[in-house]
């Protein structure tokens, strides 16, 4: 299985990963095609000896490739995940976040096998898939199948990479027996954690925004469908006030005896409130929907409604002038429907709220940025370059 793309939709240039990918080409390049005892110093120098290890090896090793098949096979998984990554992560923090992947591959080859010298960028780049497995296990990854013709399909990133993680545990010798065939799976392996356990760290601390679609949320969502499960297999009715029968043998339970639990409710006032927008919105009644909104978002805190649904409680709330909450609408709409056909005015009219009225001058330039690239509107182009110029006006003087 190779994998040749993803649905995901950038919202910046990747460009520390365009450049680790050149460095690597180029790398190989002058590794592979200059002098017979240059390709002799490059790899013994510079890839990692288990038996003498240098601190400068944990980094040159990563840059180095043994071949065009070894070269490949990393760069095409570097471009399709590494892009995204580089996108969720910003530029300075995906390239520390390679690097360590890239040491920690290492250590964890020396910890669990280091019987042979290693090199190439396989354990950073695991480093890359695991934390996509956790950052965005719900983008569709399309994948070229190898039986007897090459067929495409698309396939879950939880599902792909999730086999990806459990092929190199199983090829591990160290952990199964397995034959290894020339191939450090236990830096892989020591990657994948490293990238896993790192994302769960960021989200779990805020330091990277949280998702309606990570995997730490549809675990959560997961648990929650299965405490309303359990709820209504013991007779409660979430569309009504009176119990019914669940099953052959069940006894009757009323609601009240239910709701009692307050850890099980919460599933089951997100369902209230989702239906009740919904119905105050088919109503044209806005401000009742928004208020229920800001109630839902206070149940389940990574909740976002339907396209037009968002949509007009995130107007709502600005015409409301609530401008903080209408601002973080507007950013769960841009996150879950960036396909919206006039997402530019979604970009400039958050890149006005946060100039104009939250004075968070960093997050209006780039969302004015996108705005006068994506508008075709003169006037509103007009409107986007007179705050851009307005605020780096300020930030001049």
């Given amino acids: 299985m190779i994998p040749i793309g993803t649905d995901y939709r950038m919202s910046r240039t990747p460009w520390v990963n365009f450049t680790l990918v050149a460095l690597n080409v180029l790398v190989f390049f002058l590794q592979y095609y200059g002098t017979s005892p240059r390709r002799e ?28 098949g070894h070269l490949l096979g990393n760069m095409v998984f570097l471009w399709v995940f590494g892009n995204a990554m580089n996108d969720r992560f910003g530029h300075v923090g995906y390239l520390a976040f390679y690097l360590a992947g890239g040491v920690l591959a290492g250590l964890g080859y020396l910890v669990l096998s280091g019987r042979a010298p290693v090199l190439g960028a ?13 950052l965005l296990p719900r983008v569709r990854v399309t ?9 495409p399909a698309e396939v879950s990133s939880l599902v792909f990479l999730m086999f990806q993680f459990i092929w190199n545990l199983w090829m591990m010798p160290e952990l199964t027996g397995g034959m290894g065939g020339g191939v450090a799976y236990s830096a892989h392996v020591a990657g994948y954690v490293y990238g896993m356990a790192m994302a769960v760290v960021l989200l779990a601390t805020k ?4 998702d309606a679609y990570d995997l730490l949320n549809l675990i959560r969502n997961w648990r929650r469908r299965g405490r309303y499960r359990r709820m209504v297999a ?17 006894r009757k339970v009323r609601t009240r005896s239910v ?7 919460a599933g089951a006032r997100e369902l209230e409130l989702r239906r009740n927008i919904a119905e105050a919105a088919s109503r044209h009644d806005l401000p009742a929907a928004a208020a229920m909104y800001l109630e839902l978002i206070q149940v389940a805190d990574q909740a976002v ?11 709502q709330l600005m015409d409301a002038n609530q ?40 997050r209006a330039e780039q969302n004015l940025e996108r705005a006068e690239r994506l508008l075709d509107d003169p006037d509103k182009i007009a409107l986007a370059k007179s705050d851009l110029r307005k605020i780096r006006q300020d930030r001049s003087s």
């Fill in 41 to 68: 110093v490059w790899f013994d120098a510079y890839m990692l000896h288990p038996d003498s290890p240098q601190l400068y090896q944990f980094f040159t090793s990563v840059f180095l490739h043994a071949n065009w």
């Fill in 259 to 265: 709701a009692s639990r307050s850890a099980d409710s």
């Fill in 234 to 250: 013991q007779g409660y009715d979430p569309f009504g006030h009176v119990g019914h029968v669940a099953g052959p043998g069940r």
């Fill in 143 to 151: 994948v070229l199948f190898f039986f007897i013709y090459i067929v």
């Fill in 122 to 134: 396989s354990g950073a780049i695991s480093a890359v898939t695991g934390a996509y497995l956790v």
């Fill in 305 to 315: 409604l339907p396209r037009q649904q968002q949509l007009d409680v995130a107007n």
């Fill in 207 to 210: 330091i990277l925004p949280r």
């Fill in 323 to 362: 401008h903080a909450a209408a601002a973080d609408a507007y950013e769960r709409f841009v996150k879950h429907h960036a396909a919206y056909e006039h997402i530019a005015d979604i970009y400039l009219m958050l890149g006005l709220i946060y100039c104009r009225y939250l004075h968070r001058y960093d």
